[in-house]
């Protein structure tokens, strides 16, 4: 059967409701002729009548009240899909796809999601799981809309990156340790180790920092949890590079936290494609910016 026009079956649900092609035509603003072409057209496609002109109007036959059904939920189906691509594009609905690592989403994607939720209630954040590497990719590839990444990072076509945030990497200790002020890689590198798995930015950077001091210690145990890898440590297992997120949060008592020496940092930057960002994706982008520290710094890229 050749394809039925959404206008077609309009036209023959007006004339149901109406009882009269006249009636129909001018609610559909079109010329009497133009209704009657339709219903033609319809009846055709279909092989059967499906309305029966009677004295004082147009009645729909049988199968006339099948189609029409049919097409009152086609009609209204299409009418819904409009006004959900509508409320799209002026930002009142949407999903937005975000991905960052566990550490992140922990920290720091909580109070941007409940602002989120204040401001803009039909937008849904669908958030996954990934390593800088996986949601870069995934944004050149269009699977991703939004990724919180580590820094510093190659430049990729379509894909930008803006500097986030800035954490310091701090020693995360038990504290029945005796722990000197500012903890050197030669000290720590002694110790019982708990580090992040080799396959992140932050294994990267700590593993250049003790480089830099001629340590290459074995941790006892590799995780990307940062939780789980401080309940490790309040329990006394080893110690732990982590960032500091925010320095006003307690910490476990049976934590010491220690500045290292040299000082060591954590950059995060806010990636997302370059062109065709919908609304959606950029009141989320605007509210990360927004929860963004004064003063971040430039970003900084792989040579």
């Excluded at 009548?49 to 009645?59: D, E, H, I, N």
């Excluded at 994706?281 to 792989?302: C, G, I, K, M, Q």
Aim: glycine share 6%; charged share 20%.
């Amino acid at each position: 059967m050749r394809h039925i026009s959404l206008d077609r079956l309009r036209t023959l649900v007006a004339i149901a409701d109406c009882g009269s092609f006249a009636e129909a035509a001018r609610l559909l603003h079109l010329a009497p002729p133009t209704v009657s072409l339709h219903i033609a057209d319809l009846e055709s496609r279909i092989g059967a009548t499906l309305l029966l002109r009677q004295r004082g109007g147009v009645a729909p036959s049988a199968a006339g009240e099948t189609l029409i059904a049919h097409a009152r939920r086609l009609l209204a189906g299409a009418e819904q899909a409009v006004e959900d691509v509508r409320r799209q594009a002026q930002g009142l609905e949407g999903r937005v796809r975000l991905g960052a690592s566990t550490n992140v989403i922990a920290h720091h994607l909580p109070k941007a999601l409940a602002r989120l939720g204040e401001q803009h209630p039909g937008i849904d954040v669908r958030i996954s799981v990934l390593t800088s590497q996986e949601a870069l990719t995934q944004l050149a590839e269009g699977a991703l809309d939004v990724g919180l990444v580590a820094l510093p990072q190659s430049q990729m076509k379509n894909v930008s990156i803006e500097p986030w945030r800035k954490d310091p990497v701090m020693a995360f200790m038990p504290a029945d340790w005796a722990c000197p002020r500012q903890v050197t890689p030669e000290w720590i590198a002694a110790r019982p180790l708990i580090l992040n798995d080799s396959n992140t930015r932050l294994s990267r950077i700590a593993s250049d920092w003790f480089a830099a001091g001629g340590q290459y210690p074995t941790p006892r145990i590799k995780l990307n949890y940062t939780e789980a890898i401080k309940r490790l440590v309040a329990a006394g297992y080893g110690a732990t590079l982590l960032p500091q997120e925010n320095a006003a949060e307690p910490e476990d008592a049976r934590i010491v936290v220690r500045p290292l020496r040299p000082a060591l940092s954590r950059e995060l930057g806010l990636a997302f494609r370059t062109a065709n960002a919908d609304r959606p994706t950029e009141y989320v982008l605007d509210l990360l910016r927004a929860l963004r520290p004064s003063n971040p710094r430039s970003p900084r890229f792989a040579r």
